[in-house]
């Protein structure tokens, strides 16, 4: 394993720590659609500096380790991730001085490689076959050979779903100015769905959580939408979600290709969101359900989201 070489001093690593606040800033929670007497509200994720939910997590980690002394002026930090929490985290060890590696499946679309690597960031690239299974492989592969690794392991970090509910479901209950009703978001790391779902229930016990799973022609769980992925999950079983909902990844692309029209500039994992909460809205009848919109379409140039606009 590389990584460009870094020198800095131990004061120097803590003060650069409250750069991360950046990562942190609050983001807008927002009326996206009126249908049949129910409110679908999306809290812009995307809006984040590095451009996805998963800033608050890697500044989260990062802070707390520096602040418990586990990561250190010499640490490299290595995560196995689809492409949002790497980019976050690049951003973040870019932020206060210290070395990162990203591990991902070789299939990412090459706009997260440059995104990473423009931050400071290494890349390891896996067989694209194994999916996010041979990238967690090679991450325990790569700290059993470098004791200086930090592993801030997304699966089953509880900072991972503390972040979401002291942040982002605490905004979000602030932001919406009725009672929620629902919730719904698709699961990676199952932390952003386990945190909301935890600060929601807070005010009302009975709020209905909703896992928005894609899928494809077969019925079956699709990996057509980047960053949900089905069964790595280590957080959800803490706040498990009272159902699944079902949506076809043709549906889900189109829900956020009308986003892009309608000004949100985001990725596919939010049309899949949004179709979701279109689903449970219509379950429910009337009230509120509530949903995020997790990155920014930059990340997804060379994809399927916008391949039918080449030419235009």
Known sequence: MTATAVTITRDELTANAARLAVMTAPTPTVLVEETDGCEIWAKLEHLHPSGSTKDRVAARIVEDGIRRGR?????????????????????ACALVGIRFVA???????????????????????????????????????????DPSVFLPRQFENHLNTDAHSSHTGAEMLAQVPTRIDAFVAGVGTGGTLTGIARALRTVNESVLVGQAVPIDD??????????????????????P??????????????????LIARGFAVGPSSGLNLAAARHLAREIGSGVVTTIFPDRMERYFSSALFTDLGGR
């Open 103 to 145: 591990v991902m499946p070789a299939n990412v679309t090459p706009e997260r490689t440059v995104m990473i690597r423009g931050l400071g960031g290494d890349v390891v690239l896996t067989d694209p076959d194994v999916g996010m299974g041979g990238a967690l492989a090679e991450v325990d592969r790569l700290a059993s050979d």
């Open 71 to 91: 990561i250190t002026a010499s640490t490299t930090v290595v995560e196995a991730s689809s492409g949002s929490m790497s980019i976050s985290l690049a951003m």
């Open 218 to 239: 077969s019925g079956a769980p699709s990996a057509a939408v980047p960053g949900v992925v089905d069964g790595y999950s280590r957080l959800l079983a803490a706040q």
């Open 241 to 258: 979600p009272d159902r699944r909902i079902t949506v076809h990844t043709d549906e889900a692309y189109s829900a956020a290709r009308q």
